[in-house]
Structures are given as C-alpha cells and as structure tokens.
C-alpha cells in the first residue's frame, strides 16, 4: 500500500520559515516527479512546486518563486519544500503528490498518490 506522509507543517508569523517534508513508503518514487500543492479555505487545489524524478529540474508557481524550494532525496524516497519569507496569504493545507511522469508537471491530474495533507498557517 502506498503512502505518503507529511510533516512540518504548523502556525508561525509572517517572514518565517518552514521546512515541509513528505515520506513516501509501499513503492519507489526515485523514477517519478513529485509535487507540492496546496488548498487554502475556500479554494481550490493550487500548484506550488515540482521536482523531476532526478532532482536537476524544478518548476515553482509565481507565487512562490524565490521564497520556496524543492528538493528531493530518492534515497530516503522523500520530497522537501523549504518555505522562506512566508506571507499570510500562503496559509493552507500542503499536499505532496507523485505522478506517473519523469519530468516536472504542474497538473494535479498528472498526479497519482496523495498525502492527506499538513497545515500552515502565517499570521501577519
């Protein structure tokens, strides 16, 4: 059965910095690109980052470009993302995801597995 699983998620101030992490078990994703998605109250699933299976080719929305950073260690089959600088507006539930492609996808339906998902939430 495959899970996955993240962490790291909690309530700071705004500016702050966060480390998300998202441990996949029950198969080997090193061959898959894995991304970051997020859902605020309200709204719908919005793309935040993804990482290509090797980890040299990354893909952020504007929104968070410069501030986030994903990474990935496939020895440890888990995804990462370095949140900096975060502002009110990026409160929301982070979902990691992993696709059937290699390469980066920004589409929620190029994703397969899902974590249930870490709340953040920035106070101003």
């Known amino acids: 059965q495959v899970r996955m699983v993240e962490s790291g998620g909690g309530l700071l101030r705004a500016g702050g910095s966060l480390r998300l992490s998202c441990a996949a078990s029950?198969?080997?994703?090193?061959?898959?690109?894995m991304g970051w998605f997020r859902q605020a109250p309200g709204k719908e699933r919005e793309f935040v980052a993804t990482?290509?299976?090797?980890?040299?080719?990354?893909d952020y929305a504007d929104s968070v470009k410069g501030r986030f950073t994903i990474t990935r260690d496939n020895h440890e089959n888990t995804v990462y993302l370095q949140m900096n600088s975060l502002k009110p507006e990026d409160t929301a539930v982070y979902y990691c995801?992993?696709?059937?492609?290699?390469?980066?996808?920004?589409?929620?339906?190029?994703?397969?597995?899902w974590g249930q998902g870490t709340q953040v939430t920035v106070s101003s």
């Open positions: 995801a992993a696709s059937e492609s290699w390469v980066t996808v920004r589409w929620p339906r190029e994703y397969n597995y």
């Open positions: 990482i290509n299976w090797s980890g040299d080719s990354t």
């Open positions: 029950g198969r080997d994703f090193s061959s898959n690109a």
